[in-house]
């Protein structure tokens, strides 16, 4: 299904969020950055905002303090006095600093959310299906690094419950591998970098919107990995050990061949899991992936995701239609100036 092109519509507010979880250091750090050099975020169309999510996680160097705030975004949650966990409440009032979420107006037009992953994800851009803007951005910033990839929330939600979806459009820029709690200079730089490029994007938007000029934007495509499932590892029967926590049932290990290999092509019978005895899993397509000849594994034995049940992430590769305006380039490019303000 094509997106639903709303380029009429200027983008006035740009938040960058950074510390939804709090031992994701990369885009604390970032974040922290952008707000000793307010400079680099400024473009005469728009005003860019920085903000930091969960600041009770940030101090603490935790991924969360009750619970995942990056699941705290539902519209049905942020509106139930129920819910009132640290992060729940500190969810209401983004939203009521940045929505309210569901509006024909809210505060935010786009939200960029800073994350990072220990899994080899690069950066990946994650996001709404149909949000048009976000893919014209993912493929503005693949025109200008290769490795990046454009990946679409699971399809066919009414609600997603992640900080971006408070604003008109949005995305959660994941970033690996990286360890909790550190940051990496290479990875940090990256990110940086495409930043530029996209704050640069979004201004050229404007300047088309304003001219009212529909010529500006060009019909093309851009290659999305569209999220379809989880897969979670084998697990005993039973607790045999009585050992506690998350990983007490967990039989076997994600396979040595794909350690690392997120957005790799995977094939029916590829390793994909190693047992405690030494024995190779090969991968099983499920029902939905029977159409497919290959899936693409992501989130790869990412370590927050244990207590989620979750070994990895199956995408489906397509080529999804998207608008682009050009955009002049700055006198100085992106990557320059980023390196500039450090």
Not at 63 to 76: A, H, L, S, V, W
Not at 113 to 132: C, F, I, K, S, Y
Not at 167 to 176: L, N, S, W, Y
Request: glycine letters at 6%; one cysteine or more; a negative charge.
């Amino acid at each position: 299904m094509d997106p639903v092109w709303t380029h009429s519509r200027p983008v006035k507010v740009v938040v960058i969020t950074g510390g939804t979880h709090g031992n994701e250091v990369n885009g604390v750090a970032l974040a922290r950055h952008l707000l000793r050099h307010p400079e680099l975020t400024k473009r005469p169309s728009f005003e860019t905002k920085v903000l930091f999510s969960n600041l009770k996680a940030i101090e603490k160097n935790q991924r969360y303090i009750e619970e995942d705030m990056n699941r705290c975004f539902f519209k049905g949650d942020l509106a139930d006095p129920s819910k009132t966990t640290l992060e729940a409440k500190r969810a209401k009032e983004i939203d009521a600093q940045l929505g309210p979420k569901g509006s024909a107006d809210p505060v935010a037009d786009l939200i960029i959310d800073l994350h990072n992953t220990t899994a080899n994800t690069g950066v990946a851009l994650m996001m709404p299906p149909q949000d048009e803007l976000s893919h014209a951005i993912g493929a503005h910033l693949l025109a200008h690094d290769a490795t990046v990839r454009v990946v679409n929330f699971t399809a066919g939600k009414p609600d997603y419950p992640m900080l971006c979806t408070i604003a008109r459009h949005g995305m959660t820029f994941e970033v690996g591998a990286v360890a909790w709690g550190c940051i990496d200079g290479a990875l940090f730089q990256q990110s940086l970098t495409l930043l530029m490029h996209a704050l640069d994007y979004v201004h050229a938007h404007n300047v088309a919107v304003a001219a009212g000029d529909s010529a500006a934007w060009r019909k093309t495509t851009v290659p999305t990995y569209d999220a379809v499932r989880t897969v979670d590892y084998p697990k005993y029967d039973a607790n045999v050990t009585a050992c506690p926590g998350a990983q007490a049932l967990i039989a076997a290990t994600v396979h040595p061949a794909i350690r690392g290999r997120d957005f790799v092509p995977l094939r029916r019978g590829d390793p994909i899991f190693l047992t405690m005895e030494g024995e190779t899993i090969g991968f099983e397509p499920a029902d939905e992936d029977r159409s497919e000849a290959a899936v693409y594994p992501f989130f790869i034995d990412e370590a927050a995701y244990y207590e989620k049940g979750i070994a990895y992430m199956i995408a489906h590769r397509s080529d999804q239609p998207v608008r682009l305006v050009k955009v002049v380039e700055a006198s100085e490019p992106a990557s320059k100036r980023a390196r500039l303000a450090t």
